[in-house]
C-alpha cells in the first residue's frame, strides 16, 4: 500500500496515476495529519507492507515533522519515507536519509526511477514486518522452549535433547509442540527455513 502525501491534488493524481500503472495500490492524503489520522489503525491490522511518498513542504505539519514522528514511533522500517520535493537541497537529503529516509528526490523527477523506488520500500517495509512478526513469536517462547528450539535448529533429535537437557522425551515433545505452535510452523525445516 502506498501512501501519496501532498497537500497539491494534481500532484497527488498524477503519483496515483503512476502507481496504479504499475499495479501499486495507493491512497492519497491531502495532508500529514489526514494519513496520521488513518496510522494506528494501519499498525494495528499491519500484515500488508506500506511506504511512505512524502512532500516535503506542507502547510500544518511538514514532512519532516511528520517524518520526525514516524521515527519517533520506531515506524520508518514498516513504513519507509521517500520524500519528494521541489525545495530539497542536499544538506536536507543527507540528513532525511542519514535519519533513516528510504530515499529522496528532487521534482520533477525521473517516474521509473520513483516507481522502481516505491517498489523496493514496498519489499522492505514487508521484510520488516515479517521480521517484527517472527521477533514477537520468538519473544512468546520460554526460556525452556528457546533451549529445546536451538536444539532442534543444531538437528538433534528429542533423546539427544532430553539427555542434554535433563529433561524426559515425552517433556521434549511437549516442548516442541508448542514451539511449533507458537512459531506457526508444522516441521522443523519449517522451522529452520523461519528463522534463517
Do not use: Y
Not at 495529519?33 to 511518498?53: C, E, I, Y
Not at 521517500?82 to 544538506?91: A, E, K, N, Q, S
Amino acid at each position: 500500500m502506498l501512501h501519496i502525501i501532498d497537500d497539491e491534488e494534481v500532484i497527488r493524481d498524477s503519483l496515483m496515476w503512476l502507481a496504479k500503472s504499475r499495479g501499486i495500490t495507493a491512497i492519497p492524503h491531502e495532508s500529514g495529519k489526514a494519513f496520521l489520522s488513518m496510522l494506528d489503525n494501519m499498525v494495528r491490522t499491519g500484515t500488508q507492507g506500506h511506504a511512505v511518498l512524502l512532500d516535503v513542504r506542507m502547510p500544518d505539519l511538514s514532512g519532516i515533522a511528520l517524518f520526525d514522528l514516524l521515527a519517533t514511533r520506531g515506524l520508518t522500517q514498516t513504513f519507509p519515507v521517500i520524500f519528494l520535493t521541489g525545495h530539497g537541497d542536499v544538506p536536507m537529503a543527507v540528513d532525511a536519509l542519514k535519519r533513516g529516509a528510504f530515499d529522496f528526490f528532487e521534482k520533477p523527477f525521473n517516474d521509473n526511477k520513483l516507481m522502481d523506488r516505491v517498489q523496493e520500500a514496498l519489499i522492505a517495509s514487508e521484510q520488516a514486518i515479517e521480521s517484527a512478526a517472527i521477533h514477537t513469536r520468538l519473544a512468546a517462547l520460554s526460556s525452556r522452549e528457546r533451549e529445546v528450539l536451538d536444539l532442534i535448529l543444531e538437528g538433534k533429535m528429542n533423546k539427544v535433547i532430553a539427555d542434554k537437557l535433563g529433561i524426559s522425551m515425552r517433556t521434549v515433545e511437549v516442548h516442541r509442540a508448542h514451539i511449533f505452535d507458537k512459531m506457526n510452523v508444522k516441521t522443523a525445516v519449517e522451522l529452520a527455513r523461519l528463522l534463517k
